[in-house]
């Protein structure tokens, strides 16, 4: 699976209200956020699967995909006001 289609997958459980948003979306920047999305969450992953664990870096990492959380429901949100 790439990396676009994982962020969006990700994206989709984690903001369920925007789902359907999220699977249409046809918008380069966007997809460029699904991708980072993708890598950051990962990481998270495998930071939590560590021992000892870093703590310190693993709140940095869910602190960055809470970021692009706020980020993609921005976007998805002017994107739906352009629409109309």
């Not at 790439?2 to 990700?10: E, H, Q, T, W, Y």
């Not at 460029?32 to 940095?60: C, G, M, W």
């Not at 976007?75 to 352009?82: G, M, S, T, V």
């Amino acid at each position: 699976m790439s990396l676009v289609k994982l962020g969006g997958a990700r994206l989709s459980l984690v903001l369920p209200h925007h789902r359907e948003q999220l699977r249409s979306a046809r918008n380069p920047t966007l997809y460029d956020l699904f991708e980072s999305y993708a890598l950051a969450a990962q990481t998270v992953d495998n930071l939590l699967k560590e021992h000892p664990r870093r703590e310190e870096l693993i709140n940095e990492y869910q602190a960055l995909c809470l970021d692009m959380q706020a980020e993609v429901v921005s976007l998805l949100d002017r994107i739906e006001l352009q629409s109309h």
